[in-house]
């Protein structure tokens, strides 16, 4: 939990430090402060489970960019949200996941609207059990991902993109997930 706070309150000190040089930059349309809503479908495999489970992911993301004049772009990311994950067999559901990850991207086009990039971070996932016997627990993994931004307006971004998480011992998942972007 004091890692989680660590990245939020970084998060935050760029937020208020840069708002206001991000506002007045028009040209960049991927510098600054962000925040927005995802949601998509999620593959969970825990050990012992037969195949993955498929649900609805949905979570919200918050972040800061730097767009650098040759229009490279560096980031820091954090979400928090819900995979859906719910399967009897194994006793678990998901409760939460948040994560913090690292972006490298690359802004093209002839008005610099699109945006490439990749990602790596560490992800928590809070797992409870679906009877009253079994012990909640937070399982720990790597995210690695990559996706595609549009941005609609100087401060709205539409994104597709796609993670995988590792936990390790045979228990990871795959997510697709597209959402809504507002730079401030």
Known sequence: MKFSKTILGVVAASTLMT???SAADGEKK???AYAGIEA???????????KRDRS???GGVIGFRNQMDNNFVVGLEGTFGDTGYNNHATGLKSEYEWGASLTLGQA???????????????VRTRFDPTTAEGDAFNDDGWRFGGGYE???SESLSFRVGADYTTYGNDKSAWTTKAGLIARF
């Not at 998509?40 to 012992?48: N, R």
């Not at 008005?111 to 560490?122: V, W």
């Open 19 to 21: 708002a206001a040089a």
């Open 30 to 32: 991927f510098d600054g």
């Open 40 to 50: 998509g479908v999620d593959w969970t495999k825990l050990a012992g489970d037969a």
């Open 56 to 58: 609805l992911y949905y």
């Open 108 to 122: 093209f086009g002839s008005d610099g609207a699109n945006l490439i990039y990749g990602k790596a971070g560490f």
């Open 150 to 152: 549009r941005a609609l």
